[in-house]
Each structure stands twice: as C-alpha cells, then as structure tokens.
C-alpha cells in the first residue's frame, strides 16, 4: 500500500495492484472512515478498482497534514464493521431490438441465445466501482462462459440503459454515449439522477441481480419510471 499526490490538491492511496473483493472492501471501510471522521479539509473520496482519490481544500489543509492523518488511520482501520450490503434487483429485456449484439456474442461463444440469458441473469454481480461516465457501474462476476472482447470500432451512440459485456466484466450505460461493448438487452432503470443525492442510483459494493423481462413489460416499466 501507498500514498501519493494527485495534483495539487488530491491524492491517491492505492491499496494493490490487483483487485479482489478484500481489497474492494478495504477501500470501502477506508471511505466509510472518512467520511464519518474526516480530517480538516477533506472534500471526497472516490474509490476504482485498487485506489481510492482522496480530494482536500487546499486552504484548510496540505498534502503532508491529509498524507500524514490517512497514514496513521490505515495503521489502525479494521474491516470488522463493514458496512451492510444492498443487493438492487434490475430488470433486462433481452429482445432482439433491445440487443443488437446478442445473437452474434452466442454465435462467438458457441452458445445459444437462451444459454446467454440464463448465464446472464445467474450471479449475483458486486458493483466493483462507478466510472467511464456519471452512473456506470463495472459490475464483476460475469460467467467465464461469457468472456467476450470489446468491439475493435465503438458505437458512436450506445442507447441508455443498454447492458454489455466486454473482458471479464458487465456493464449498464446510463444515458446514451459512445461505447464499444457487447449489447445483450436493456434495462428501463434510470441509473443516473442528476437531481438526486447521491446522482448515481447503484454504488461501489452494492451488488446488482438481473432478471429478463419481455418488450411489453419493457415499456409497461419505462412509462412508470419517475
């Protein structure tokens, strides 16, 4: 584990240079703590996959006193009292408007359709971290049988609340954006609420259960929504 300055008014810890889910929860009792007990001058903490920013007020506080309190505070932090998990249940249509990639992804895989689905929908995904844009989750725990690559020239547009996949990881897009990975379906969950607080619906280590829905059931959905 280390510490070091990220500009001139933010560092970084970084905890590995792999991830895995101790780590991931490590990072996260770390930002608990901070947020409870923060040092003069703290302003956020935003967790990735092995680091964690830690952002500060330059005029409350230098990197040496937030390098210095965050040093003694991982010598003494213990996981013991993490936080409880929320687990969000998503629905995904996966009807062939909604997935313009799925057939060929089972084509690639040497799967049919419905194993693709069922692969799919099957785990219960841990939200590794928010990133790429405001809202999207990197959500792991994806079936090796789904291992995919991303496509070699992106979408220009990628539809909100498409589903990919892409490596070893499934994602959800927001609001609409350029994107390259593998399109499976798409959920009518608005992910990303700029008016609420906090913005973004799902969060680093919530865990996420998708489950299909059909195109009726699609719309019935979206025309609920807030």
Not at 29 to 56: C, D, H, N, W
Not at 58 to 69: D, R, S, V
Not at 185 to 207: H, I, M, Y
């Amino acid at each position: 584990m280390k510490i070091y300055p990220f500009g001139d008014a933010a560092l970084v810890i970084e905890f590995s240079k792999e991830t895995s889910p101790e780590i991931r929860q490590h990072m996260r009792t770390v930002m608990a703590q901070l947020q409870a007990s923060p040092f003069r001058g703290f302003i956020e903490a935003i967790p990735a996959l092995t680091k964690l920013t830690v952002l500060y007020d330059l005029q409350q506080t230098t990197y040496l006193e937030a390098e210095t309190h965050l040093s003694e505070m991982l010598k003494v932090i213990s996981d013991t009292h993490a936080s409880a998990q929320r687990i969000v249940e998503i629905p995904v249509c996966y009807a062939e408007a909604f997935a313009p990639d799925l057939n060929a992804l089972a084509a690639y895989l040497k799967l049919s359709v419905q194993d693709v689905i069922d692969l799919h929908t099957q785990p219960l995904y841990e939200v590794a971290m928010i990133g790429f844009v405001p809202a999207f989750p990197y959500l792991v725990g994806l079936s090796e049988k789904l291992y995919a690559p991303r496509h070699a020239v992106p979408r220009l547009a990628v539809p909100a609340g498409s589903v990919g996949v892409a490596g070893k990881q499934t994602g959800i897009y927001p609001f609409e954006t350029p994107g390259g990975w593998q399109l499976i379906g798409r959920t009518p969950v608005k992910l990303f609420c700029p008016n609420a607080e906090p913005p973004s619906v799902l969060q680093s280590g919530d865990w996420v259960k998708f489950y299909p829905i059909s195109e009726q059931e699609f719309f019935e959905y979206a025309q609920k929504a807030p």
